[in-house]
């Protein structure tokens, strides 16, 4: 099977089941508290990594060949704050479309960075091409932000 075309589709769904979880977790942080809300939500999603593991894993694991970096280990924490942040964001004027903006322009600017400077992948020229995605990029998150002032 080609899985070059699932891509799409998965990113689609992937995109999907965040704006989902963004809006579950608001309404778990209005009645509780983002903090409350941030824990519940992580400690169901190690259960269900958990669960999918133990379910897709075969009996014969393949010998590891080296350690992950220490700083592979600092995911969870910008993760956790990601969550909690956006309960906070999304119950407040800025709402769902605002909060996801927000995390659009941060992820795009820190791509950027990385590519520039090397610091998670290998370094890289950036191109007129990046700058013009990247202004209409963040001018489409301004664009939902800015819009969240007047209603539609």
């Known amino acids: 099977m080609d899985t070059k075309r699932l891509d799409s589709p998965l990113a689609l769904a992937a ?5 989902w979880m963004i809006h579950c977790n608001s309404q778990l ?14 400690g169901l999603g190690a259960l269900t990594a ?27 924490l910008p993760g956790a704050l990601t969550v909690a942040l956006a309960a906070i964001a999304v119950n407040s004027p800025l709402a ?13 600017l820190f791509g950027l960075l990385c590519e520039r400077f090397g610091l998670l992948a290998a370094r890289r020229a950036l191109t007129i091409h990046d700058a013009l995605a990247a202004l209409l990029v963040l001018g489409g998150c301004a664009v939902l932000i800015f819009a969240v002032q007047e209603p539609i």
Request: charged share 10%.
């Open 15 to 19: 995109g999907a089941m965040l704006a």
């Open 29 to 42: 942080a209005a009645h509780s508290g983002p903090l409350q809300a941030s824990w519940l939500a992580h």
């Open 50 to 76: 958990l669960a999918l593991w133990r379910a897709t894993s075969s009996r014969e694991r393949p010998a590891a060949t080296s350690r992950p970096p220490r700083w592979a280990y600092l995911g969870g």
């Open 96 to 108: 769902l479309a605002g909060t996801l903006a927000l995390a659009i322009a941060g992820q795009l």
